[in-house]
Nanobody, 123 residues
């Protein structure tokens, strides 16, 4: 089983960009689909994006489509979330997660989670 560590969060002005990284330990990273979720204060955790084990298949929440890009580098055991045109409503703790399942937008399908990284977008 992999372990996940996120990095790259921070404070950015609206319209700016950030790239989140999710570094995985273990030899089986390439077997997992990877997802990004976020949770804002007093809100439920929500799906952001996911990518299949090969990096070919991706899926996005409507709220981030066209602004965020998920990718992965299996040689580096790392997944990424490039976030452009950030909005104040993107402010949240962002989590990466790993799954061997197929329902990528459902958080209950993920059995490995990182600790989260804070993203704050000022207006």
């Amino acid at each position: 089983q992999v372990q996940l560590v996120e990095s790259g969060g921070g404070l950015v002005q609206a319209g700016g960009s950030l790239r989140l990284s999710c570094a995985a330990s273990g030899r089986t990273f390439s077997s997992y689909a990877m997802g990004w979720f976020r949770q804002a204060p007093r809100k439920e955790r929500e799906f952001v994006a996911a990518i299949g084990w090969s990096g070919i298949s991706t899926v996005y929440a409507d709220s981030v489509k066209g602004r965020f890009t998920i990718s992965r580098d299996n040689a580096k055991n790392t997944a990424y979330l490039q976030m452009n045109s950030l909005k104040p409503e993107d402010t949240a703790v962002y989590y990466c997660a790993a799954t061997l399942g197929v329902y990528w937008s459902d958080s209950t399908n993920y059995n490995v989670w990182g600790q989260g990284t804070q993203v704050t977008v000022s207006s």
